[in-house]
């Protein structure tokens, strides 16, 4: 892991990485209202192809991949001074550095949690197009973060509230 470089409100684009069901967009979402930021959710930027492909049960490639990482970037871009908190999956080395092809400086929080509890969590989920069958395939990409790589891994027991204080507080260096 390496430090939270940055303003006093921590590194400018953050982006909120782990599993489908891990909490990307719950954290993601909590942590851009505790540092005052915009929130993306990068399954909102999917193309319809990938959804469903999803949908379907299939998984994606990183050929599917490409094109939707790239407009995850070029969404980081829009914000003035790329100052935004993005819940992505990121899952392997490759696919973050694609998204720091867009934002160099992209600090990764990526969440960690017991394969149950993430297809618990699935199961109960409604409404969403990933499917609890291509749970294993999202562990079997999943690349933890590099020891070159700025980022944070984090187990989503506490839960989302106090997850995000954690995570908050780490990045703008106050731990108090």
Do not use: Y
């Amino acid at each position: 892991m390496t430090d939270a470089a940055g303003s006093p409100r921590g590194p400018a684009a953050i982006a909120v990485s782990g599993v489908s069901g891990s909490g990307k967009s719950t954290v993601g979402a909590l942590l851009a209202r505790r540092l005052d930021r915009p929130f993306l959710d990068a399954d909102d930027l999917h193309p319809p192809a990938n959804i469903a492909k999803m949908a379907s049960g299939i998984a994606l490639t990183d050929d599917d991949r490409g094109p939707w990482l790239d407009a995850v970037g070029r969404a980081i871009l829009q914000h003035k001074g790329r100052r935004v908190v993005v819940a992505c999956s990121a899952l392997r080395v490759v696919h973050r550095d694609r998204l720091r092809l867009w934002a160099p400086e992209l600090f990764v929080v990526q969440l960690t949690a017991p394969v149950d509890l993430i297809r618990d969590r699935l199961t109960a989920r409604a409404n969403h197009f990933m499917p609890a069958t291509l749970l294993a395939s999202q562990f079997a990409a999943l690349e933890p973060l590099e020891p070159t790589e700025a980022g944070l891994v984090v187990n989503v027991g506490p839960g989302p509230e106090a997850l995000a204080g954690d995570i908050s507080r780490h990045l703008t260096n106050d731990r108090h």
